[in-house]
T-cell receptor, first 112, second 112 residues
Framework: DGGITQSPKYLFRKEGQNVTLSCEQN?????MYWYRQDPGQGLRLIYY???????QKGDIAEGYSVSREKKESFPLTVTSAQKNPTAFYLC???????????FGPGTRLTVL | EDQVTQSPEALRLQEGESSSLNCSYT??????LFWYRQDPGKGPEFLFT???AGEEKEKERLKATLTKKESFLHITAPKPEDSATYLC?????????????FGTGTRLKVLA
């Protein structure tokens, strides 16, 4: 079954900790994305990658970092510099940056 | 500024009571408009992509239409399982334009 997986489903972070959210896809898509979803707001783009070993900042990249070492994987690290990280994080992928994006199931991050 | 507005914010329908959700957009040019369904605590599920004014697409009880300024998601004879948040996103035209612009969604509740 082709699709996008995200892990963990729930994640708790203490103040000052860095945490990494996993995103894997087996759709053979070139482009991958990370979004943040907060209540009452539209999805906001954190980072995106059009191709392996290349990625660009989105609208709210401060306090986050990513890597794209493999086509299938696009992990997101939420650093201690992100002051308000509690949110629902969504990973997406598409054949190219101009095509339909398909989403994973999401990771809910809570700061304790 | 590119913008997407969805209305209403919330909608309650009786089972079988047809209605429409609206997505109005302001962009200099439209590369594509996308509809998604999102259940609580889950990632958005892709429904439709529309590319040009006059285009229509259907899937079961859902029909999406597109004009030069807005899109409608028509729900015919809805059932309780259609209850979800429906998200609209647009991909503007333009060199280097890669970002979806998401609306805040319409929360639909269908009562049995």
């Amino acid at each position: 079954d082709g699709g996008i997986t995200q892990s963990p489903k729930y994640l708790f972070r203490k103040e000052g900790q860095n945490v990494t959210l996993s995103c894997e896809q087996n759709l053979n898509h070139d482009a991958m994305y990370w979004y943040r979803q907060d209540p009452g707001q539209g999805l906001r783009l954190i980072y995106y990658s059009q191709i392996v070993n290349d990625f660009q900042k989105g609208d709210i990249a401060e306090g986050y970092s990513v890597s794209r070492e493999k086509k299938e994987s696009f992990p997101l690290t939420v650093t201690s510099a992100q002051k308000n990280p509690t949110a629902f994080y969504l990973c997406a992928s598409s054949t190219s940056e101009f095509d339909t994006q398909y989403f994973g199931p999401g990771t809910r991050l809570t700061v304790l | 500024e590119d913008q997407v507005t969805q209305s209403p914010e919330a909608l309650r329908l009786q089972e079988g009571e047809s209605s429409s959700l609206n997505c109005s957009y302001t962009v200099s040019g439209l590369r594509g408009l996308f509809w998604y369904r999102q259940d609580p605590g889950k990632g958005p599920e892709f429904l439709f992509t529309l590319y040009s004014a006059g285009e229509e697409k259907e899937k079961e009880r859902l029909k999406a239409t597109l004009t030069k300024k807005e899109s409608f998601l028509h729900i015919t004879a809805p059932k309780p399982e259609d209850s979800a948040t429906y998200l609209c996103a647009v991909l503007p035209e333009g060199a280097g334009t890669y970002k979806y612009i998401f609306g805040t969604g319409t929360r639909l509740k269908v009562l049995a």
